[in-house]
Every structure is written in C-alpha cells, then in structure tokens.
DNA sequence: GATATCAAAGACTCATGTTGTCCTTGATTA
DNA sequence: TAATCAAGGACAACATGAGTCTTTGATATC
C-alpha cells in the first residue's frame, strides 16, 4: 500500500504555488520542469486539481494556474482526497458482512491519520521552503562560493 | 492507495485462529473455505504469518496452524506489517531531498494511524464475534426456527 | 516402511491500476 | 490570425497484486 506518484507530485506542486503571488500564474511547462515530468501528464494532476476546487486555469496567452482557495485554508487532507479519492483503505473481503469489526477497527485508525492530515496545512510547509532557501542562500555566502 | 486483499484475509484468518482452543490445531483447507479462497493461495499468506512469528505451523497427518504467541498480544499492526510490509506509505519524489517536510507530515500522520493500530488487539474482535454468534443463534431460537 | 495428510515454495498466468505519451480540440490574448 | 495556454481522449508500457498449478518435503498412522 503507497500513495500514488501522482498525490506527490500534486502536493509538491500546491506547496510551490502557494509561495507564488497572489493572482499571478505560472503554466504547467514550468511546474513540471521543477519535477523532470512531462507536462502533458502533469497536466493531468492539475486537471484534477482544478476540478477539485483547490487551484483554477485560465488558457490563453497570459494564463495558468493559481491557487483557487484561501491560501491558509488547504490541508494536506484535501490534496490528497482530491487526487486519490475519498474511499476508505479497507473494505471487508466477507460477504454478508455488514459491520465487520476488523473493518471498523481499521476504518477508526485511518480516521485518525485523515484528521491529522486535515489539520496540517499546505501554507506552513511554503513558509518553512521559504525560510530554508533564504537560509541555503545565506549558507552558501558564508561559506565564500 | 488501498489495503491488499491478502491483509483482509490474514486479519480474518488470525481472529478465527484467536477463537480456537490453545494448543488445537487447523488446516489450510478448512481456512480457506471460510473465506471462499483456493487453499494454495491462502497458504502464502500464511506461511508469511508464520515467518512472522504469528502463527506455527506443524505438517504432517494432525498437523495444520495455530497461533504462536500469547493470545492478547496480537495487534492489528502487528498482522499488517506482516503481510504489507514496514515501509512507509509516502515517500518524497523529488531527487536531493532527504529531509523533505511534505514527507515529514505524511509520514507522522501515518505513524497516529499506526500507534491506534497498534494498540488495537485482534482478541477483542475474536471475542466480539464469539458474543455476536451466540447472539445470533438465540435470536433464531427465539424466532422459533 | 508405505501411505495419507499436511505445509512450503517456485514458476507461472491473469487482472488491474498507475504511469506516462501522443495527438487533437478549444479557449484566450496580443 | 497567430501564438500560447489548458482539457481530454486514446493508447502503450509497466508494476503489482491476485490467484493457479505442480513439485517437494515433513509428519503421523497403520
């Protein structure tokens, strides 16, 4: 059991977006140079997104993406539902089974994880790649390169 | 990002074992019938358990499976991390990037999902159902069947 | 010791889902 | 009208999980 590829590249992607501007966009030939994708698949995360309701497109000349929602307002929940959909991990293999009790076992625990991620949000870890690049650049002074 | 079925049926194999009288043993055969499964199949599963120090398994004329270790000492995780493996459900995609914070945030919330898991014990679910069949069984007793 | 009953394990097929590409369509700006 | 962008369908490649078949080897019973 893994999260897709496609859950990690949408999450890097939302985390560089929201360091952009407000109501600037950037296209998905630069987002997915970022990631050595292609853009046409990555193209196809996004899609997702927007459909979502996390980020929206505008075509044309001067379009591309952009954070549809407040920035402060997405968790990691709801990159990762909107990607990889919202159905539990667990389905119960018996037939006639109705109420399983492994299942709810295990419906609980994943619960528990979807709460957490629901409580982290995509803005803070934009605010930490900031900071950090600023360090980097600071480092790279002093160290005389 | 789902559970695999062959965790669905270790869990549900090892709650039954967990119903059996110490030191009796089942075969394979009859395991497998219980959830509809070909007996070949589900001994992988098993034999993975057994490598797992859940369960023991004796060939020969009387022999068949029985659990291994102390009957209230076996968690949830314990079984899943057996048969899905330890690894982590996200890992970061980009090259460089030991350290990454989107993983560092996946990462913890899976670990909530685990510490619940962990503390979860299949006997409690072995003894539900034994209470639930019993019930079951009045209930048709009253019915007049 | 022969036989029946059990698990272990390798090789293999099949189904499914993810990943990724190619190409066309359609919208917007200049 | 041309250039630049996203949307989307069709398809190929790949990985993995699910499941079968067959052989091997250990144990108890007669």
Chains 1, 2 share one sequence.
Not at 61 to 67: A, D, L, M, Q, R
Not at 102 to 111: D, F, G
Not at 114 to 133: S, V, Y
Request: negative net charge.
């Amino acid at each position: 059991m893994k999260y897709s590829k496609a859950t990690n590249y949408a999450l890097h992607t939302m985390v560089y977006l929201l360091t952009l501007p407000r109501n600037s966009t950037i296209g998905v030939q630069s987002l997915a140079e970022m990631q050595n994708l292609s853009p046409t698949y990555l193209s196809k995360i996004l899609t997702k997104l927007a459909k979502g309701g996390l980020i929206e497109s505008t075509p044309g000349v001067k379009g591309g993406y952009k954070v549809s929602k407040p920035k402060d307002e997405i968790s990691f929940l709801d990159v990762i539902k909107t990607v990889e959909g919202d159905s539990n991990l667990f389905h119960c293999s018996m037939d006639h089974n109705e109420g399983c009790m492994i299942e709810r076992v295990m419906t609980e625990a994943e619960q528990n994880m979807k709460d957490d991620l629901d409580n982290k949000f995509l803005i803070d870890i934009a605010h930490d790649m900031e900071e950090k690049n600023s360090n980097t650049i600071k480092g790279k002074a002093n160290e005389g390169n």
